[in-house]
C-alpha cells in the first residue's frame, strides 16, 4: 500500500533558526497537503501543492513538490515559538478518496 | 468559518461495549472521513465515505467498525465491542471536493477503552 514517511520525527529549534522537514512517497501522488497538529489539537490544513515542481510561500512557510511527485518539504525560516507543533504531510494517489498521512514532524522551539 | 463538530469530546467505555462517535461535518461537503491517532502517533486513515456510501476504508477498518449517515447532517462512526486497542483520538474529516481543497478535521474524540 501507499506510503507516506517524513523525516525527522522530531525537529529542536532555537528561536530564530530555519528548519526543513522532508516528505516521501513510494508513489507518486496526485497532490500533497500539509498540516499542523498544535499539541492536544486537531490536524489544521495549511496548504496543497498540486503541480509538479510547485512552490508556494505561506509567510515564513515554503512548501515544496518535487518534479516527480514522490517528495516534498517545508522549510520554516526564523522559527518562532507560535511554530510549536506537529507538521504532517499527507498524499493522495489519483484515484483515491483518502490521504495518507505521514508519521509527523514534531517541532519544538527554544527561546 | 465552518467547523466540524464533534461529540462527545471524550468517550470512556469498557471493553466489549459499543461506542457510537457521532460528527457534524460542514454542510456542503461532500466527502466524509474518520481518522484516527494513537497518542502520540501518527493520524491513520479507517474509512471515506462519499454519496452515502463507503468509498475506501483501511486494514484497521474491520468487521467491528461502521459508519452511517443517518440523516442530512450527522455521520457516525460505530464500533462494536471495543478492545483495549481501540482507545485513540478519533477524527472526523470532511471535505468540499477530493483531491482540491483540504480537509476540515472535527477536534477529535478521545476514546478510552479499560
Known amino acids: 500500500g501507499q506510503q507516506v514517511m517524513q523525516i525527522p520525527q522530531y525537529q529542536h529549534v532555537q528561536e530564530g533558526e530555519d528548519f526543513t522537514t522532508y516528505c516521501n512517497s513510494s508513489t507518486t501522488l496526485s497532490n500533497i497537503q500539509w498540516y499542523k497538529q498544535r499539541p492536544g489539537g486537531h490536524p489544521v490544513f495549511l496548504i496543497q501543492l498540486v503541480k509538479s515542481g510547485e512552490v508556494k510561500k505561506q509567510k515564513r512557510l515554503t512548501f515544496q513538490f518535487g518534479e516527480a511527485k514522490k517528495n516534498s518539504s517545508l522549510h520554516i525560516t526564523a522559527t518562532q515559538t507560535t511554530d510549536v507543533g506537529t507538521y504532517f504531510c499527507a498524499g493522495a494517489l489519483s484515484n483515491d478518496y483518502k490521504l495518507s498521512f505521514g508519521a509527523g514532524t514534531t517541532v519544538t522551539v527554544r527561546a | 468559518e465552518p467547523e466540524v463538530t464533534q461529540t462527545p469530546s471524550h468517550q470512556v467505555t469498557q471493553m466489549g461495549q459499543e461506542v457510537i462517535l457521532r460528527c457534524v461535518p460542514i454542510s456542503n461537503h461532500l466527502y466524509f472521513y474518520w481518522y484516527r491517532q494513537i497518542l502520540g502517533q501518527k493520524v491513520e486513515f479507517l474509512v471515506s465515505?462519499?454519496?452515502?456510501?463507503?468509498?475506501?476504508k483501511s486494514e484497521i477498518f474491520d468487521d467491528q467498525f461502521s459508519v452511517e449517515r443517518p440523516d442530512g447532517s450527522n455521520f457516525t462512526l460505530k464500533i462494536r465491542s471495543t478492545k483495549l486497542e481501540d482507545s485513540a483520538m478519533y477524527f472526523c474529516a470532511s471535505s468540499e471536493l477530493v483531491r482540491v481543497y483540504g480537509y476540515t478535521f472535527g477536534s477529535g474524540t478521545r476514546l478510552t477503552v479499560v
Open positions: 465515505f462519499y454519496n452515502n456510501e463507503i468509498s475506501e
